[in-house]
């Protein structure tokens, strides 16, 4: 009932900038907290950065100073702008979101997932 889908991943080279995109969709209230995870090969999902409504951010220590999260609440959109990449940076993705639906549900829902390569 709940969809998330991801875009603007790819391949960049170290130290270049990468924009991604998530737009929510489907039966939604609100949305109080999205975020971005990222998940290397062998390793598990790391958080990146989350955003609630009020505007309040954090970030992973790993990314800090370098990834901004911004949010769009009217287009229930969440982007992250990724910069001075490094080749650790490289992994899938995945956008997140904490809903409410109209039924007063709460739900957390995934996206599928983009992959971010950063490799010369």
């Known amino acids: 009932q709940v969809q998330l889908v991801e875009s603007g991943g790819g391949l960049v080279q170290p130290g270049g900038s990468l924009r991604l995109s998530c737009a929510a969709s489907?039966?939604?209230?609100?949305?109080?907290?999205m975020g971005w995870y990222r998940q290397a090969p062998g390793k598990q999902r790391e958080f990146v950065a989350t955003?609630?409504?009020?505007?309040?951010?954090n970030y992973a220590d790993s990314v800090k100073g370098r990834f901004t999260i911004s949010r769009d609440t009217a287009k229930n959109m969440v982007y992250l702008q990724m910069s001075s990449l490094k080749p650790e940076d490289t992994g899938v993705y995945y956008c997140?979101?904490?809903?409410?639906?109209?039924?007063?549900?709460?739900?957390?829902?995934w996206g599928q997932g983009t992959q971010v390569t950063v490799s010369s």
């Open positions: 997140n979101a904490d809903v409410i639906t109209p039924m007063m549900e709460a739900l957390s829902s």
């Open positions: 489907g039966s939604i209230f609100i949305i109080s907290t």
């Open positions: 955003m609630p409504r009020d505007g309040n951010t």
